[in-house]
């Protein structure tokens, strides 16, 4: 077995971008070339998409092709990106434009002399009391029209209410607990998705209580649909289940079609969070909160909160924040002849005390590798945390002796468990950048062909002492950002620069996940930079009906939180 480091590069996966409210356009998908090692100058840059229309407030990804002479395309060249009025239209230093007023900025990227460029035209944004598309409430009834005054109930919209909701239609979700479960069979199409989403300034929740123990709450068998921005639970008590396996609590949510995203969700007190059946690809899960799903089984906590697998890919989790589950936090996993576990990507997910709900049994913060191969998967920029005394395995990539393909491990922060990092056998890997940071066993090859040496870790004689504050943008929802802390330095307040993230003015609020429902921790209008965020240690949240066991407390070494506009 050899340990060998490919030079790899993923340009980006599709992007939408966001306009108003109402309306998401899909846009290029995955770069389906592999570039290849080249060491001749930039010759020529190309940026996607040249032009872009912005509501105020809208966001976009732009995307930096490089290629040499010879038409190669390059990869780990350095970009950097301007604004020629950043009034009208700024952007980050790695190509994410935010729309500031009525204009038109030219967006110019540039490496070794070369630069290119793209036109944001930006528009007003239509009054905020003014939402296009149909409505569903808890009170709604099939005979509806689909009027905020006369809406329809959720199971109707979601079987396209007789034809009614078309491709590019939004369907506004209004406040109020809609019960039961449910199945969406309705249909988007290419650049026109069908989306469900909650009501600006109402809270819409889908409570499970009541289905039988293998149902799901919400079914998706529709293509290119949204489900952005509402809450889902179980509010029945039962938390433990006598047999072994699946079906010991509901799950809330399932995707059995192509094109489909989760946005903003809050996911509860389910059995698993979010699964995705393999043979289902073009799949996104962003900015999602999931915590205290599962249940207790003889033999081990079961239940996660993200469960993935694909024979083809690609499918995506990044940006969610996973904690306190009875099993996995990320679950890339699959049974002998289940499915595959082919071009997953897991980026820049905040998991921790994940698998710490059971009382017999330890779980990851990430998992990625199963009973067969895993290959074109890509673990980066998470950021993981259990506190001292759980000896759980914090990171694992690869399971048992399969022997998958290639995998991507860079740029992690991973702190706690025990051991913090197990690597299993890839015919292929590519590692760098990672930090692995522990009290006890950090890293466990499994492969004994690796090398300790392409591993950073840490232990507790030289554990950090510096603060160490990461902020990651929640992509498709303006002024929506996940922030982790980790408080080495014991300060009572931290810095948070929300430059990038907020728009000028917003009134903005942000919250610790532990606490979702609960005080803000601060808000405020933004005036740029940074914002002061008070370190508190609040109590984990308990989860429904179990009382056997509780997640650890963070404290105040360790917290994550959700910035929003406020609505």
């Given at each position: 077995m050899t340990f060998g480091f490919k030079l790899s590069h993923r340009l980006a996966r599709g992007f939408w971008a966001v306009g108003t409210a109402a309306a998401l356009v899909a846009c290029a998908g995955e770069n389906p070339t592999t570039p290849v090692p080249s060491n001749n100058p930039v010759n020529t840059i190309t940026v996607s998409p040249s032009t872009a229309s912005l509501a105020v407030n809208g966001t976009l990804q732009l995307l930096a092709e490089l290629r040499d002479s010879t038409g190669v395309t390059l990869s780990g060249r350095a970009v950097s990106w301007s604004s020629d009025a950043a009034s009208i239209a700024s952007v980050s230093g790695e190509g994410f434009v935010q729309a500031q007023d009525t204009g038109t900025a030219t967006i110019t990227a540039a490496s070794e002399g070369k630069s290119s460029t793209a036109t944001v035209t930006v528009t007003q944004a239509p009054p905020a009391s003014e939402h296009a598309g149909y409505y569903v409430s808890p009170s709604g009834s099939s005979a509806g029209n689909g009027s905020k005054n006369s809406p329809w109930n959720l199971a109707t919209a979601l079987?396209?209410?007789?034809?009614?909701?078309?491709?590019?239609?939004?369907?506004?979700?209004?406040?109020?607990?809609?019960r039961g479960t449910f199945s969406s069979t309705v249909s988007g199409s290419s650049g026109k998705p069908v989306v469900f989403r909650q009501y600006p300034g109402e809270h819409a929740l889908i409570d499970g209580a009541g289905a039988a123990r293998t149902a799901t709450v919400l079914s998706v068998r529709g293509?290119?649909?949204?489900?952005?921005?509402?809450?889902?639970?179980?509010?029945?008590?039962?938390?433990?289940?006598?047999?072994?396996?699946n079906g010991g609590r509901p799950h809330a949510l399932a995707n059995y079609a192509l094109h489909t995203k989760y946005i903003s969700l809050v996911v509860h007190d389910a059995g698993v969070g979010i699964y995705n059946d393999p043979r289902q690809y073009d799949v996104e899960i962003v900015g999602c909160v999931f915590y205290?799903?599962?249940?207790?089984?003889?033999?081990?906590?079961?239940?996660?909160?993200?469960?993935?697998?694909?024979n083809t890919g690609p499918v995506y989790a990044h940006d969610n924040v996973l904690f306190n589950q009875f099993g996995y936090g990320v679950h890339v996993y699959t049974n002998p002849g289940d499915g595959l576990l082919n071009n997953i990507h897991i980026e820049g997910n905040i998991a921790f005390n994940n698998?710490?709900?059971?009382?017999?049994?330890s779980s990851s913060n990430i998992l990625v590798g199963g009973d067969d191969k895993a290959d074109g998967d890509v673990v980066t920029r998470n950021l993981t945390y259990y506190p001292p005394g759980v000896s759980a395995t914090?990171?694992?990539?690869?399971?048992?002796?399969?022997?998958?393909?290639?995998?991507?491990?860079?740029?992690?922060?991973?702190?706690?468990?025990?051991?913090?990092?197990?690597?299993?056998?890839?015919?292929?890997?590519?590692?760098?950048?990672?930090?692995?940071i522990g009290t006890g066993s950090v890293l466990s090859l499994?492969?004994?062909?690796?090398?300790?040496?392409?591993?950073?870790g840490q232990t507790a004689a030289s554990l950090p002492t510096t603060t160490k504050v990461v902020?990651?943008?929640?992509?498709?929802?303006?002024?929506?950002?996940?922030?982790?802390?980790?408080?080495?330095?014991?300060?009572?307040?931290?810095?948070?620069?929300?430059?990038?993230?907020?728009?000028?003015?917003?009134?903005?609020?942000?919250?610790?996940?532990?606490?979702?429902?609960?005080?803000?921790?601060?808000?405020?209008?933004?005036?740029?930079?940074?914002?002061?965020?008070?370190?508190?240690?609040?109590?984990?949240?308990?989860?429904?009906?179990?009382?056997?066991?509780?997640?650890?407390?963070t404290g105040t070494v360790f917290n994550a939180y959700v910035v929003t506009i406020r609505e």
């Amino acid at each position: 077995m050899t340990f060998g480091f490919k030079l790899s590069h993923r340009l980006a996966r599709g992007f939408w971008a966001v306009g108003t409210a109402a309306a998401l356009v899909a846009c290029a998908g995955e770069n389906p070339t592999t570039p290849v090692p080249s060491n001749n100058p930039v010759n020529t840059i190309t940026v996607s998409p040249s032009t872009a229309s912005l509501a105020v407030n809208g966001t976009l990804q732009l995307l930096a092709e490089l290629r040499d002479s010879t038409g190669v395309t390059l990869s780990g060249r350095a970009v950097s990106w301007s604004s020629d009025a950043a009034s009208i239209a700024s952007v980050s230093g790695e190509g994410f434009v935010q729309a500031q007023d009525t204009g038109t900025a030219t967006i110019t990227a540039a490496s070794e002399g070369k630069s290119s460029t793209a036109t944001v035209t930006v528009t007003q944004a239509p009054p905020a009391s003014e939402h296009a598309g149909y409505y569903v409430s808890p009170s709604g009834s099939s005979a509806g029209n689909g009027s905020k005054n006369s809406p329809w109930n959720l199971a109707t919209a979601l079987a396209g209410a007789g034809g009614k909701v078309q491709p590019g239609d939004t369907v506004w979700m209004l406040g109020g607990t809609y019960r039961g479960t449910f199945s969406s069979t309705v249909s988007g199409s290419s650049g026109k998705p069908v989306v469900f989403r909650q009501y600006p300034g109402e809270h819409a929740l889908i409570d499970g209580a009541g289905a039988a123990r293998t149902a799901t709450v919400l079914s998706v068998r529709g293509p290119y649909v949204v489900f952005w921005g509402f809450e889902m639970t179980n509010t029945d008590a039962d938390r433990t289940w006598s047999q072994t396996g699946n079906g010991g609590r509901p799950h809330a949510l399932a995707n059995y079609a192509l094109h489909t995203k989760y946005i903003s969700l809050v996911v509860h007190d389910a059995g698993v969070g979010i699964y995705n059946d393999p043979r289902q690809y073009d799949v996104e899960i962003v900015g999602c909160v999931f915590y205290n799903n599962g249940w207790q089984g003889p033999d081990r906590g079961h239940g996660h909160a993200i469960y993935l697998r694909s024979n083809t890919g690609p499918v995506y989790a990044h940006d969610n924040v996973l904690f306190n589950q009875f099993g996995y936090g990320v679950h890339v996993y699959t049974n002998p002849g289940d499915g595959l576990l082919n071009n997953i990507h897991i980026e820049g997910n905040i998991a921790f005390n994940n698998g710490t709900l059971a009382t017999n049994s330890s779980s990851s913060n990430i998992l990625v590798g199963g009973d067969d191969k895993a290959d074109g998967d890509v673990v980066t920029r998470n950021l993981t945390y259990y506190p001292p005394g759980v000896s759980a395995t914090n990171m694992k990539i690869g399971y048992g002796s399969l022997v998958n393909g290639s995998v991507e491990l860079t740029d992690n922060y991973v702190v706690g468990g025990g051991p913090v990092l197990s690597m299993g056998y890839w015919t292929s890997s590519t590692v760098s950048g990672n930090s692995f940071i522990g009290t006890g066993s950090v890293l466990s090859l499994v492969d004994p062909a690796l090398s300790p040496s392409k591993f950073t870790g840490q232990t507790a004689a030289s554990l950090p002492t510096t603060t160490k504050v990461v902020v990651r943008r929640v992509a498709y929802e303006t002024g929506r950002a996940n922030i982790a802390v980790y408080n080495w330095g014991n300060a009572g307040e931290v810095s948070v620069n929300l430059d990038g993230i907020l728009p000028l003015g917003a009134q903005y609020e942000i919250r610790n996940v532990q606490n979702m429902n609960g005080a803000v921790v601060t808000s405020g209008t933004f005036n740029g930079g940074s914002v002061a965020l008070p370190i508190r240690a609040v109590p984990p949240p308990a989860p429904v009906g179990w009382t056997t066991r509780v997640a650890p407390a963070t404290g105040t070494v360790f917290n994550a939180y959700v910035v929003t506009i406020r609505e």
